[in-house]
């Protein structure tokens, strides 16, 4: 995260107030999450978000850009990433982040909406909605963790999402993907992106190859037809 690395904990001019159509809608989003906790209908993020977003459509691209910005997304393990980022990143000095794992765009909203607002942001995101809130933010770097099916109802084909993943990078052209060697979709979709940065955890897939992929309108591959060859991750976590 050498990115983030070197702004966090800089010397800082002061930070730059968003737009002001932007200022007044996170206060009366605000003001309907503070509502919400005291009814005891929930942390209030999502609502104060969503309002927020209502009033000023443009404000999640308002509030990230002065900010660098960090968005983590997979299926499983993005909230224990994103936590373990915004330790390691808050030795160096203050991180906003939505720890409160409210991770598509009205709870990244609520988090960046958190003063100062030039202060970096690490972000977890639901890995159906990274796209759209990439594109917003133009985060610095990503981290794609991995793809798996775990709610039918709402992402059934990981493949899908991949692709949409993929696509993601000829929009983010200066943007870092840090991406996981050992999930065969992960590996695929990150191939979209200019800057890739390999990481692994000693697991191996097909011996040398991953799993062949073909994207969701693209032509289908005979099945045990070999694969490209895995990325060689440039870290290896083992035990």
């Known amino acids: 995260m050498h990115c983030l690395l070197g702004v966090a904990g800089e010397p800082r001019i002061g930070p730059v ?12 989003g605000r003001l309907a999450a503070g509502a919400s906790r005291q009814l005891g209908r929930g942390a209030g993020e999502i609502v104060g978000g969503k309002i927020a977003l209502r009033l000023s459509p443009g404000s999640l ?12 997304s997979a299926t499983n393990g993005k909230t224990t990433t994103t936590r373990l980022l915004v330790a390691a990143l808050g030795t160096r000095g203050l991180v906003v982040s939505n720890g409160g794992g409210a991770n598509m765009a009205p709870g990244v909203l ?4 958190t003063p100062p607002y030039d202060a970096p942001a690490v972000l977890e995101v ?3 909605h990274l796209p759209a809130v990439a594109r917003a933010t133009r985060p610095a770097v990503v981290a794609l963790l991995n793809l798996s099916r775990d ?3 709402r992402s059934s084909e990981t493949r899908r999402i991949a692709a949409l993943w993929r696509g ?15 999930d065969p ?8 992106f200019a800057d ?17 992929l073909a994207a969701p309108t693209g032509p289908a591959r005979a099945a045990g037809s070999p694969g490209p060859p895995r990325p060689s991750p440039l870290t290896v976590w083992t035990r």
């Open 17 to 28: 107030p968003p737009p002001l159509r932007t200022r007044a809608a996170v206060g009366i």
């Open 61 to 72: 691209a308002e509030l990230a850009a002065p900010r660098s910005v960090a968005c983590v």
């Open 110 to 113: 609520t988090a960046l909406a």
């Open 126 to 128: 639901d890995e159906l």
């Open 151 to 153: 709610q039918l109802d």
């Open 168 to 182: 993601l990078g000829a929009d983010l052209p200066t943007t870092t993907a840090i991406a996981n060697a050992d």
């Open 185 to 192: 979709l992960v590996a695929w979709a990150a191939e979209g």
């Open 196 to 212: 890739v940065v390999w990481v692994g955890a000693g697991q191996v897939c097909e011996g040398t190859t991953r799993r062949p």
